[in-house]
């Protein structure tokens, strides 16, 4: 049903309805806007074909029809506090989606969300729940629930049978634990928690090999300091999307949470690890812990995305990542490999496309003669010791890209001048971080010079859109 959703999607981009603002590594759409008369169009005629109505600010209905009964429902955050508004949710009571999208979150709405028996999609992650609405729990039908809560989700959740999509964000300062219930679920495909949540293990005593599996998940991220096993990776077997992060101190016993057993993941296809150290001591100190003991980390054959954080992976590992078949996008950040030195051998990375090193201490970096046979772009991000780029890169001739994001030094100090390496028709993109006025005016005269010749001064009013809010298909 996504990959529908994605179609139609890319369908409406192509005939220049729908303009991207922002893509992932791999091609995805992130972000789109719509022009603010479309979107008044659209809203209008949605509301004519009883596809879906708008409550503004007052709680007035835009374009009501009289005796209808819609289908989907988009609350303005502003009506969720109008008392005059109690009636209106009464009419609404066979709604199967409602969407409450605003640029300020909200706080202690009135609405009571048991009047939905329906419903099947309730989006209010901008309204700020001081208490777990516990009325959600009547919605039997739910499938997809994204709302902001500043606590653990209770155990009763699992009496939501029929739920597919959890996104529950929070504060970062609270302390959020999973219920152990969640395993009791099995049609759940999609999990978020931002910033992270702690995942209990799924145990049921007396009956130890009879324990809950989730064989439909395909997409866990926020999970913090989980532990691994292969009994955990086989009761999760279609995980596809994966993001994980640690809060450990430099002493920590890592053959304890059993990374390598990731390698059993099969159908992982993108996987991110973050790992923070939470010692007092200086840079130095965490940096020589890294290096030192970095935890054992093993990949499935079939991941096609990895970002690495803080890992310290040896050279040995990084040559392993440079086996898989399959990668096509590379995130490197702070902290990611020990090490001041990178070495590209021939055969390495025979499919990837997108390569970012961030805020690393390289300083040396030697490629082969052939590296890279595949990469389209290459983002360098904040390495100040990196002193030059590989010459063979300019060579590469899928490249098309390079972006480099570097704060004000002296010039000359990054080499990026080989001679008519790099093929004409790249782009290469430097983004300054300017500290005086002067330079800041300099760049918005430039700026505007470069607008003006490309006549691309208009301005939109741009709507998210968030590939984890699919809405319409209900």
């Not at 990731?262 to 992982?268: E, S």
């Not at 390495?348 to 496309?353: C, M, S």
């Not at 090193?357 to 990469?375: C, I, K, Q, S, Y």
């Amino acid at each position: 049903m996504e990959e529908m959703a994605g179609k139609y999607l890319q369908a409406l981009v192509d005939r220049n309805l729908i303009l991207v603002c922002k893509r992932s590594c791999s091609g995805k759409i992130r972000r789109c806007s719509m022009h603010q008369l479309l979107r008044d169009v659209c809203v209008r005629i949605a509301s004519t074909h009883n596809f879906l109505h708008v409550v503004e600010s007052g709680g007035c209905v835009t374009n009501e029809r009289p005796y209808s009964t819609p289908r989907r429902l988009s609350i303005h955050p502003d009506a969720l506090h109008v008392k005059s508004t109690d009636k209106l949710w009464n009419s609404y009571h066979s709604v199967l989606s409602v969407l409450c999208i605003a640029s300020q979150p909200v706080k202690n709405p009135i609405v009571i969300f048991s009047r939905f028996m329906f419903l099947l999609v309730l989006d209010v992650l901008q309204v700020h729940f001081v208490e777990f609405p516990r009325d959600i729990i009547k919605c039997f039908r739910l499938k997809y629930l994204a709302l902001h809560y500043d606590g653990s989700l209770p155990r009763s959740i699992s009496k939501l049978k029929y739920l597919q999509t959890i996104v529950h964000h929070f504060s970062f300062r609270n302390y959020c634990l999973l219920p152990m219930v969640i395993w009791d679920m099995p049609s759940l495909r999609h999990l978020y928690m931002k910033p992270g949540c702690y995942l209990s293990k799924p145990f049921r005593w007396p009956f130890p090999l009879s324990l809950p599996s989730l064989p439909f998940l395909q997409t866990l991220v926020g999970i913090r300091n989980f532990k691994w096993s292969k009994g955990i990776i086989g009761r999760i077997p279609n995980l596809k999307n994966l993001v994980i992060s640690y809060d450990v101190s430099s002493s920590v016993y890592w053959p304890a949470y059993q990374h390598e057993t990731l390698a059993y993941q099969h159908r992982l296809e993108s996987l991110k690890i973050i790992i923070k150290y939470n010692d007092d001591d200086d840079d130095d100190d965490v940096e020589t812990a890294i290096s030192l003991d970095p935890p054992k980390l093993e990949f499935p054959e079939n991941l096609k995305k990895l970002c690495l954080k803080g890992c310290g992976v040896s050279s040995e590992c990084m040559t392993s990542i440079g086996k898989l078949s399959n990668l096509t996008a590379l995130k490197l950040r702070c902290g990611a490999f020990s090490g001041p030195s990178w070495e590209n051998v021939e055969g390495e990375f025979p499919e990837l496309a997108f390569l970012l090193l961030g805020d690393l201490r390289l300083t040396t970096w030697l490629t082969d003669e052939a590296p890279f046979p595949r990469l389209e772009c290459l983002v360098i991000r904040l390495c100040h010791k990196l002193k030059e780029i590989p010459s063979t890169i300019g060579e590469i001739s899928t490249l098309e890209k390079i972006k480099l994001v570097e704060k004000k030094r002296e010039a000359g100090e990054m080499n990026l001048e080989a001679g008519g390496v790099f093929p004409g028709r790249m782009q290469l993109i430097s983004d300054v971080i300017q500290s005086t006025v002067c330079d800041i005016l300099l760049v918005v005269i430039v700026l505007a010079i470069v607008f003006r010749m490309f006549d691309l001064g208009t301005t939109q009013t741009k709507h998210d859109s968030d590939s984890s809010r699919p809405w319409l298909m209900y």
